[in-house]
């Protein structure tokens, strides 16, 4: 059995590569949450509730298998690919530098492909789960059958490096010829406040991004990697020529912008995730302790308040781009990504919208996540979506002003808390009081 649908990650299945020990007992499968043994309800499994029952269909398409038919009926765009040769995946006996691996994604859905691989790997984002993972056989059926797995990938999908709830996380390894991380260089996790200097290592990037550096398109030649790594050639690159056949795959990209986005969004799903089961268990654990010292069922414990916080506040300064590396020179991708994410997102009275890019200065025009649109944030337990929007208002509305979040202008709290009123349902009246103060 594989170790499956590490989907996004660029080396998220290392642990198996190097020998760490099966997770165990994760709290998150234990009440209230019951990860393993509790249904999924998302995208993907309401598609394939619908195969199985006779109503869609999937074409089967040669090479490619699924890959096609699924990313459509998925609205997965196929400009979203990535490529990542780095041999960490275990279908890594397909990965290689000449055959590296695809990753398509949306907003909730992530799809890896590999060439000859035995199955297509699949993720989505469920509301009450987080990362639910699943394999799709590359055999041609008349209702292709989707397997749910858990133990195998929670090895490294479970732990500290997902913040300890199913998820993801995008790393970044200096890949000798033959696809085999170098590990004794060490290797980086990335999220939107890495340095691009530490990004990419083991993926294939095209776009242009002046004079910033990165360790993407980079082969390390023998075992050891110089203190001055020379990755001169990968820099700038439109095309892959010369280092893969492109035909081979849905589009001749590995675009950088798309590769931004998603590590933003992976560890953004983290964070939603973790606030969601954190409140849950801290609810859980003070209904409990309520019954067995016979306090009223609406008691509130300072223990819970301070759970929620713990809960919340990382996810309010992972939103608000607290800490984002900043950008030194404009980055311009390949595909029609960017045009097409932009598309995707509401846009409110003015024109404006959170998936506006600004690719100068950083990621995105307004610093605040588009997962606030997300049926994640949606399904937050009410306590920590309160927390949430809450604290997001007294950053917005000037009341703090603290350093975790002086990246922000006066501009961008206003036109963030004027694109949300326009475009969030369900904002809390407070959000309507008064314009960021100046």
């Known amino acids: 059995m594989w170790m499956s649908v590490r989907c996004v990650v660029a080396i998220g299945v290392l642990a198996a590569a190097v020998g760490l020990p099966r997770a165990l007992g994760q709290e998150f499968e234990r009440e209230p949450i019951l990860y393993s043994q509790s249904q999924p309800d998302n995208r993907v499994s309401r598609l394939f509730a619908e195969i199985t029952a006779g109503k869609k269909q999937l074409e089967f398409a040669g090479e490619q298998g699924y890959l096609p038919a699924l990313l459509a009926a998925l609205d997965v765009p ?71 797995q858990t133990d195998n990938c929670l090895i490294c999908h479970g732990s500290s490096q997902t913040k300890e709830v199913p998820g993801h996380v995008v790393r970044s390894v200096f890949t000798d010829a033959g696809g085999y991380p170098v590990l004794s260089a060490g290797t980086y996790r990335i999220d939107h406040t890495s340095p691009l200097s530490k990004r990419w290592g083991g993926w294939y990037v095209t776009g242009t991004h002046g004079a910033e550096r990165h360790l993407g398109n980079l082969i390390v030649r023998g075992k050891v990697v110089p203190e ?82 713990n809960a919340g506040e990382p996810l309010v300064e992972y939103l608000l781009f607290s800490g984002e590396a900043p950008l030194t020179a404009p980055l311009v991708g390949t595909s029609p990504f960017t045009e097409e994410f932009v598309r995707r997102g509401p846009r409110d009275s003015g024109g404006r919208s959170l998936r506006d890019f600004d690719l100068s200065r950083r990621l995105f025009k307004y610093p605040c996540s588009y997962l606030i649109y997300s049926p994640s944030f949606a399904a937050l337990p009410g306590e ?55």
Request: hydrophobic share 35%.
């Open 228 to 309: 001055e790594v020379d990755n001169s050639a990968g820099q700038n690159r439109t095309s892959l020529e010369g280092l893969v056949e492109t035909s081979d795959y849905l589009t001749p990209h590995s675009d950088l912008v798309a590769l931004m986005v998603l590590e933003h969004q992976a560890d953004a799903h983290n964070y939603l995730t973790r606030a969601s089961f954190l409140t849950r268990q801290a609810l859980h654990h003070q209904a409990s302790l309520n019954r067995e010292l016979g306090e009223p069922a609406d008691h509130v414990w300072d223990s819970t308040k301070s759970r929620i916080k």
């Open 78 to 148: 196929t400009s979203s690919q990535m490529l990542v040769f780095s041999k960490t995946s275990l279908q890594r006996h397909c990965i290689s530098p000449r055959t590296p691996r695809a990753i398509y994604f949306t907003d909730d859905v992530y799809v890896g492909y590999c060439q000859n691989g035995d199955v297509l790997e699949i993720s989505v984002a469920d509301p009450q789960l987080g990362a639910v993972f699943y394999t799709l056989d590359q055999e041609q059926l008349e209702r292709p059958a989707l397997q749910r």
């Open 384 to 438: 920590a979506r309160d927390y949430v929007l809450r604290r997001m208002w007294e950053v917005l509305n000037g009341q703090d002003r603290s350093e975790k979040f002086a990246h922000l202008s006066a501009e961008d709290r206003s036109n963030i808390v004027e694109i949300l009123r326009d475009t969030l349902p369900g904002l809390p009246d407070y959000w309507q009081v008064s314009a960021p103060a100046e």
